[in-house]
Nanobody
Framework: QALLVESGGGSVQPGGSLRLSCTASGYRPALMAWFRQAPGKEREGVAVIWTARSHTYYRDSVKGRFTISLDNAKNTVYLQMNAVKPEDTAVYFC???????????????????WGQGTQVTVSS
């Protein structure tokens, strides 16, 4: 089981940028991903990275604005959020799994370990 510790949330104006970080300890995950959950909505996958190859996949609404990246030496994944919109407001969760059997998945059921979440608020 991995311990995931997130940081970097906060408030930002529309059009601004924010970077989230998530450090894993306990094992080296095969997949690391970011999910988010807005009030009254279901949790949704945002971006995922395959740690062995740094291959990535994004949900359509964040393509071209968000970038997921990995520092293997630090076992840390980042989510660079640019050109943020009010609809990006949510609690963002880091997730990890030791298995790659489902590919670059944004299904929450694939992930075995979760961070505590960090709030991102986009507002003017």
């Amino acid at each position: 089981q991995a311990l995931l510790v997130e940081s970097g949330g906060g408030s930002v104006q529309p059009g601004g940028s924010l970077r989230l970080s998530c450090t894993a300890s306990g094992y080296r995950p095969a997949l690391m991903a970011w999910f988010r959950q807005a009030p009254g909505k279901e949790r949704e996958g945002v971006a995922v990275i395959w740690t062995a190859r740094s291959h990535t996949y994004y949900r359509d609404s964040v393509k071209g604005r968000f970038t997921i990246s990995l520092d293997n030496a630090k076992n840390t994944v980042y989510l660079q959020m640019n050109a943020v919109k009010p609809e990006d407001t949510a609690v963002y969760f880091c997730a990890a799994t030791p298995k790659y059997e489902y590919g670059l998945s944004l299904e929450s059921s694939v992930y075995t370990d979760w961070g505590q979440g960090t709030q991102v608020t986009v507002s003017s």
